[in-house]
């Protein structure tokens, strides 16, 4: 009976199991609390002034880059300015769903 | 299960799809909510490009008993833009999260349709005369030269096409900290409420700028945080009593009388964990994405990643009634969780009226929830049996009964069945309604919108 009880462990410990073999430095606390700091922080966009301080003082003896169409650069190796933070443009076009 | 047979089962077909054919979804295309107003008349959705689309019923034609009126586009306009919070550094989405119609009390309709931070409320009007014969405007608006002006005359309605409008009557802006999940009217018709993670307001219709916080479970140490609100409903009777769950799977009662701050639950609803099968998931898929009262408000319905439950208000211990969605995806959790989709958050709703009997409330029999692969599930209360149905534009022929689907959890697999490592989970139910008179049923796929309606002899 013992063996059958081995062989009816909740898939969910099982797949537990899985996750954990990929990932070792999961977080001790059940999935909980990371992924409620995330919900809340959802649509952050920082800037960090020391970084952009970091980059300033790096790039002084190389060219400035100028903005790239990469607009997700971390802020740290490139100088962030007001064109760079990305242009939401409402949807001025109908929704497919009225056509 | 459902339409095996039994004269009561109701034999779901094909009506209309609206939206693109083509693939290639774009973003703002991905339908986020979609509710029936009171009659049932209209059918509204909001996307993630912060648009709404209203659909009305055509009248039933009756010559063509064999089906009900088709819904056809009434109105579509934007509600909400995306916007920067420069003070925050906060970008926040014009996705309509929920949309909820207020009863009609004149000509016009109106809908309260909210974003992450802010709650509009539409008016939605017709317009199918217009005044013509100004006495000192030509007919294009241009001013009439005055020196030609010698007779006075009255302008007179004339007839036009209809033209529908929306307006933005009031907007609800500034009260919400952290994301709007949850919008609901109450009983009273006067009042609403809104919900975001942390707190709940109470709102005037005709007041914007001033809202009631009732509920608020921010934690003085943002370290200490272990749940946060997930949706949140008036009672549809009792204008002083709402619920709202949460994260970690409790449903929350309060009562308005009791006090000014609702901190303090009237009631509170968990279902015991049995501690052996806790696991990294358990909080995660025990988190409520959805709560609904019936309509006598005597039951309540929760949605969990895993299953549908039905609580009796009179029982806070466990739910009275738990029906599986998808069991075999308890053991793909790890994938699941790398793909997101464990945090994919369900609605669930309730029928509407049985339509052979007017005269008593409607019975609550059935539930619906959307799945994976554009399944989605019913369960009926009564019988116990339950289906599984698939919006699909290869179920396109009107008045053709849609074919049950099944999915082979394990084993050998049968013809017409589809294995869970062939379930496309890009392929997202979320969002179904009821109508709340007849057996006609909205769903929504990822960006189409499938009405489906009962086999009518």
Not at chain 1, 49 to 56: C, L, P, Q, T, V
Not at chain 2, 188 to 203: F, G, P, V
Not at chain 2, 316 to 324: D, M
Request: net charge neutral.
């Amino acid at each position: 009976q013992d063996m059958q009880e081995k062989e009816t462990v909740a898939p969910e410990r099982a797949e537990e199991v899985k996750l954990k073999a990929k990932y070792p430095n999961l977080g001790q606390k059940p999935g909980g609390s990371d992924f409620l700091m995330k919900r809340l922080q959802k649509g952050q966009k920082y800037f960090d002034s020391g970084d952009y301080n970091m980059a300033k003082a790096k790039m002084k003896n190389k060219q400035l880059p100028s903005a790239g169409p990469d607009k997700n650069l971390v802020t740290g190796d490139h100088i962030p300015t007001p064109q760079d933070l990305p242009q939401r443009k409402s949807s001025l076009v109908t929704s497919k769903l009225a056509g | 299960f459902l339409g095996a047979g039994g004269g009561n089962d109701i034999q779901w077909c094909f009506s209309q799809v609206k939206g693109a054919v083509d693939d290639d979804v774009a973003e703002a295309d991905i339908i986020s909510t979609v509710e029936f107003n009171h009659s049932g008349e209209l059918l509204a959705t909001g996307d993630k490009g912060g648009r709404v689309v209203i659909f009305q019923q055509e009248q039933e034609n009756k010559t063509q008993s064999h089906s009900r009126g088709e819904y056809n586009v009434y109105s579509t306009f934007q509600s909400h833009e995306p916007e920067f919070d420069y003070l925050k550094s906060l970008e926040i989405e014009e996705k309509i999260n929920k949309i909820r119609w207020l009863p009609q009390k004149n000509a016009a309709q109106f809908l309260l349709s909210t974003n992450d931070k802010t709650i509009k409320l539409w008016k939605i009007s017709e317009r199918d005369k217009r005044p013509e014969g100004y006495n000192l405007k030509e007919e294009d608006g241009r001013y009439r030269d005055p020196t030609t002006v010698t007779t006075l005359r009255v302008p007179v309605f004339r007839p036009m096409d209809l033209m529908v409008e929306a307006s933005p009557r009031r907007i609800f802006a500034n009260a919400h900290t952290y994301h709007i999940n949850s919008i609901s009217i109450n009983s009273d018709y006067e009042t609403y409420l809104s919900a975001d993670d942390l707190r709940i307001n109470l709102w005037h219709l005709e007041i914007t700028d001033r809202s009631f916080n009732i509920v608020d479970i921010k934690p003085a140490n943002m370290e200490e945080l272990t749940e946060v609100i997930t949706a949140a409903e008036f009672h549809p009777n009792s204008c002083n009593t709402f619920v709202y769950s949460s994260s970690k799977g409790t449903i929350r009662l309060c009562d308005m009388r009791a006090s000014a701050l609702c901190d303090r639950h009237s009631k509170l609803f968990e279902e015991p964990e049995d501690p052996s099968n806790r696991s990294f998931f358990s909080e995660i898929i025990s988190s409520i994405s959805d709560v609904k009262f019936s309509h006598s408000g005597r039951y309540m319905m929760t949605r969990d990643y895993l299953s549908v439950k039905i609580w009796d208000l009179n029982m806070e211990n466990r739910p009275v009634e738990t029906y599986q969605v998808h069991e075999y995806l308890r053991s793909k959790l790890c994938s699941l969780y790398e793909n997101d989709c464990i945090f994919d958050k369900f609605e669930c709703c309730w029928n509407g009226s049985d339509r052979q009997n007017f005269l008593l409330p409607p019975l609550c029999s059935i539930v619906m929830t959307g799945s994976y692969n554009n399944f989605f599930r019913m369960f009926d209360r009564n019988t116990k049996r339950d289906i599984t149905l698939e919006a699909s534009r290869e179920n396109n022929k009107p008045r053709t009964v849609l074919k049950p689907r099944k999915v082979c959890a394990s084993g050998k697999r049968k013809k017409d069945e589809i294995s869970v490592d062939s379930l496309d989970f890009n392929k997202k139910i979320l969002h179904t309604a009821w109508h709340p008179k007849e057996n006609i049923i909205a769903v929504a796929t990822t960006n189409n919108l499938y009405i489906f309606q009962d086999k009518m002899n």
